[in-house]
């Protein structure tokens, strides 16, 4: 009997879940408040605090060591030591790692409807992270054995080379091996910007104690989805570089030197163009001639354009056939060569597989890091300051003083100095110690980023890998606000040289939505009066009264509202998929040396409106622009920045 009450005792003493309920129900709350769901619901946040509250902190905590992982990574690859970049990619995909861990806590408020966006934000942040650390280990891979091409050091870079020439052999014959892993980048890129898209910036604060917020998660967002595309946009031209440097076949171009300081709508007049080889990389030049001797061959057949015949007194006020030398016309590079290669072979029956264009520029970067270069029969060449031109680069006062004083030679045997001054500068650079490569590389970079140097070739599969990656000099389609201004240097002058342009963007929308834009382009000539007239230059005169045809394109089916500035009446009219507002000054009231100044203005209605407040919009520099200003303000914001290259913007108004 006493074993049997022993036993009933240990089973009144288990827990028996089935009870719970009777127990809750039948508890005594105290007097203070008979209301059992009441205690429940306070209760119940108490609960929800603590659940997410510790988690928090340790979020909070891993996060903040994440940040400084990712700031020293940062820092680490300036220094362009390869091998520290590689330890740091690994501590910082370990911190990662534990933040990602801290978070699994927090999954369950995903369903909740405002905390839940933060949590979600944050496993798309990690994701993005993990996904663009990979590919950084795959891009530092497939860099190393090119590490000092580029500037890297912290590992042995692959050829065992001594020369810049030696460097670029092994990289034309490497570079096959290197493509599929773009492609493994891009892939990995592609999940970082999936994830970083479905950030919600606007969701968060613009501060917190002091420190940007929404701000530094808009730009993250843009970075890595700059990055995607770059990268996507990269991939074609790499895949065709061995095409192009002649891995499997000798490939023959025609150089056309553009001078920028007499600026065109392609980037400069015309002045000579040169014929080079490419064989496994190996450059050989062919000929070199000046664009007036070809044009002297040409029987022109069409009638030019209004604007050269309304604005160039010669040939044209006399003769109103098309001359070569004018037919980069089009501010779309390929257009223009598309009308230029045609008749440039009625006259010359050399073969070439594509044309690249260069200006002044592209020499000065490169006579920057060579120094001197000497040129058989024509002296010597320099990027130093030259005092005859307020200082311009010595490389461009000799070119413009060959091209432009006046004398009895034969025009031929002034401008032909393109091709044997390419010449010299390219054997100096491919036999410089390969130390100077990765300057040379950088100079290069920059000459293609920022359009001193164009690219058009017939072979379509080409043509569309550079115009991905936006070295073709194309007018580029674009869904948002779009804006190129596009200058002509119709006076003869060198004036560009000296002039300073400012372009200044007012947005405003109204409650509609709808957005008015007022822009005005101001042009500015601080430099003395035909700067190098003197007895030591022989009678060259540089700066002089400029003369400018203008062309303003902006998205097609905008509707202009008012102007200022022009001489002549504003055409308005579509082209290349864009509206043009098109004027001209100089005649009446010519830009002057010395403190000219002349402005321009322009007000209009765009076709769309805002939606959601989201404002895209893409500035298309003209190649030989000498980098104008800009100013964009909106909503009370403003930006200031010098153009470059193209830029895009993507604005909350």
């Not at 005792?9 to 089935?18: A, G, I, T, Y």
């Not at 070119?399 to 002034?414: D, F, H, M, N, Q």
């Amino acid at each position: 009997m006493e074993e049997i009450k022993k036993i009933e005792l240990e089973k009144s003493n288990k827990f028996d879940p089935s009870q719970l309920w009777l127990k809750i129900k039948t508890f005594k709350f105290p007097r203070l408040c008979h209301c059992r769901v009441l205690w429940l619901l306070l209760l119940l946040p108490l609960l929800l605090a603590a659940l997410i509250a510790v988690p928090s902190y340790f979020v909070f905590k891993q996060t903040k060591i994440v940040y400084k992982q990712a700031l020293l990574l940062k820092e680490v690859a300036k220094t362009k030591d390869l091998k520290a970049v590689k330890e740091k990619i690994i501590s910082t995909r370990e911190s990662l790692s534990g933040l990602e861990n801290s978070l699994k806590p927090l999954n369950w408020i995903g369903f909740l409807p405002f905390l839940g966006g933060y949590q979600k934000d944050a496993l798309h942040l990690v994701r993005a992270g993990e996904a663009s650390l990979e590919a950084a280990e795959i891009v530092v891979a497939a860099v190393e054995p090119y590490a000092d091409i580029i500037g890297l050091s912290g590992t042995q870079a692959g050829g065992g080379a001594e020369t810049s020439a030696d460097r670029i052999d092994f990289l034309a014959s490497t570079l096959e091996k290197v493509t599929p892993q773009i492609g493994e980048i891009g892939q990995k890129l592609a999940v970082a910007k999936t994830e970083v898209d479905q950030i919600n910036p606007n969701r968060y604060p613009e501060k917190i104690r002091n420190k940007e917020v929404r701000k530094s998660l808009s730009e993250l967002v843009t970075l890595v989805d700059q990055a995607s595309t770059l990268t996507s946009d990269a991939r074609p031209v790499l895949e065709k570089t061995p095409w192009l440097l002649g891995i499997d076949a000798p490939r023959r171009y025609l150089i056309l030197f553009q001078n920028d300081s007499e600026i065109r709508p392609t980037g400069g007049f015309m002045t000579a163009y040169a014929l080079l080889e490419v064989n496994k990389g190996k450059l050989k030049p062919l000929l070199s001639e000046d664009i007036y001797t070809v044009d002297s061959k040409f029987k022109p057949d069409q009638k030019a354009p209004q604007a050269l015949i309304d604005y160039i007194a010669f040939p044209y006020g006399k003769d109103p056939r098309w001359r070569l030398r004018d037919m980069n016309i089009s501010p779309d590079f390929k257009v223009s060569m598309e009308t230029f290669i045609p008749n440039f072979q009625k006259v010359s029956k050399e073969e070439f597989d594509g044309v690249v264009s260069i200006d002044t520029r592209v020499l000065v970067r490169l006579l920057e890091i060579l120094g001197p270069v000497g040129v058989p029969e024509w002296g010597n060449f320099s990027a130093t300051p030259d005092k005859r031109c307020d200082g311009c680069p010595q490389v461009v006062y000799e070119l413009e003083k060959l091209i432009t004083k006046p004398t009895s030679e034969i025009r031929v045997a002034r401008k032909a100095v393109i091709g044997p001054l390419m010449h010299s500068v390219l054997s100096n650079a491919f036999g410089s110690p390969k130390e100077k490569l990765p300057s040379l590389f950088t100079a290069s970079f920059n000459s293609l980023i920022e359009k001193d140097i164009l690219f058009y070739f017939p072979n379509g599969e080409v043509q569309k890998a550079m115009e991905s990656f936006n070295l073709a000099g194309r007018i580029r389609d674009f869904e948002g606000d779009f804006f190129h201004w596009n200058d002509s240097n119709l006076g003869g002058a060198k004036a560009n040289l000296f002039i300073n342009q400012k372009v200044t963007q007012e947005i405003t929308v109204d409650k509609d939505g709808q957005i008015i834009k007022e822009v005005s382009v101001e042009f500015k000539n601080p430099s003395p009066h035909s700067v190098g007239c003197d007895a030591e230059s022989g009678g060259l005169c540089l700066n002089a009264p400029y003369r400018d045809w203008f062309r303003l394109y902006v998205p097609k089916g905008s509707q202009l509202l008012e102007s200022l500035g022009s001489e002549v009446e504003i055409k308005t009219y579509e082209e290349l998929g864009k509206t043009v507002f098109e004027g001209y000054f100089g005649n009446k009231a010519p830009l002057n040396p010395n403190g000219g100044y002349t402005k321009m203005v322009f007000k209009y209605k765009l076709p769309f409106k805002v939606e959601k407040g989201q404002y895209q919009l893409l500035i298309q520099k003209q190649p030989g622009a000498h980098n104008p200003q800009y100013v964009l303000s909106w909503g009370g914001k403003e930006e200031e920045f010098e153009l470059k290259t193209d830029k895009e913007f993507r604005l909350k108004i």
